[in-house]
């Protein structure tokens, strides 16, 4: 799988910054799976007046973006709606896109692709543990899509994300855009405790004592410009 520390500096904060800049500012509705593309659209989608994005942020369920969006474009049918969903809780709920086909909704889909469930494996590393059972073996969403019968647009450059995303946006039929993103990009809290860096600096021994040490040197590596901007 392509991995965008591999060919850029850029992560899914990237997608989000991007994605907020060609929106159209408009009364556009979204909505968020739970996990880390909560946590980006929190820290990189500019909120306006018109904008609204809803996610299950107090039960913090799985899956949720996509049911949310589709009955958001069904209460708003002539306004922008996008469904910003994680590749696990996309995976979960694909059945909807039968649905979004069956009323002929213009619904735009966002997956951010790492192939893990990315804030379940933070949260392991974080107390002390290695990733256990959190990569996912996904098909292209983009192909799966267009079977289906939406458009399928899939990104694996940092330097398509503009162009993908204005061509979702012009479509005025449904769009799914199954973008590639750094599985290893972290998301520093606003402040660090002493046991979350003590965790994580375990759960990184502990990957190197077991012969992962590539995937800790991976990690760094993806990581090394986030440590510079805060120096």
């Given at each position: 799988m392509p991995r965008w520390a591999r060919h850029s500096t850029r992560g899914p904060e990237c997608l989000k910054r991007r994605g907020s800049s060609v929106g159209s500012g408009g009364p556009a509705r979204g909505s968020v799976d739970t996990g880390m593309p909560t946590v980006w659209a929190a820290r990189y989608i500019k909120p306006t007046k018109e904008r609204r994005i809803i996610g299950s942020f107090n039960h913090g369920s799985m899956a949720n973006a996509l049911p949310q969006a589709i009955g958001a474009q069904l209460l708003y049918p002539n306004r922008q709606v996008i469904a910003m969903s994680g590749d696990g809780?996309?995976?979960?709920?694909?059945?909807?896109?039968?649905?979004?086909?069956?009323?002929?909704l213009p619904l735009k889909i966002l997956i951010f692709n790492n192939s893990q469930l990315d804030l379940v494996k933070m949260e392991m590393e974080v107390a002390g543990y290695p990733d256990y059972q959190t990569d996912l073996k996904n098909p292209n969403f983009a192909k799966v899509a267009e079977a289906v019968g939406f458009l399928g647009i899939r990104i694996e450059d940092p330097a398509d994300v503009r162009a993908g995303l204005q061509k979702m946006l012009a479509y005025p039929g449904p769009v799914v855009v199954d973008v590639i993103t750094d599985p290893n990009a972290l998301a520093l809290p606003p402040h660090i405790e002493f046991d979350q860096a003590k965790g994580y600096a375990l759960s990184m021994t502990r990957l190197m004592l077991t012969g992962r040490t590539d995937e800790v040197v991976d990690i760094v590596s993806s990581n090394i410009r986030d440590v510079g901007g805060m120096l």
């Open positions: 809780g996309f995976a979960m709920l694909m059945g909807g896109l039968l649905t979004v086909l069956q009323y002929d």
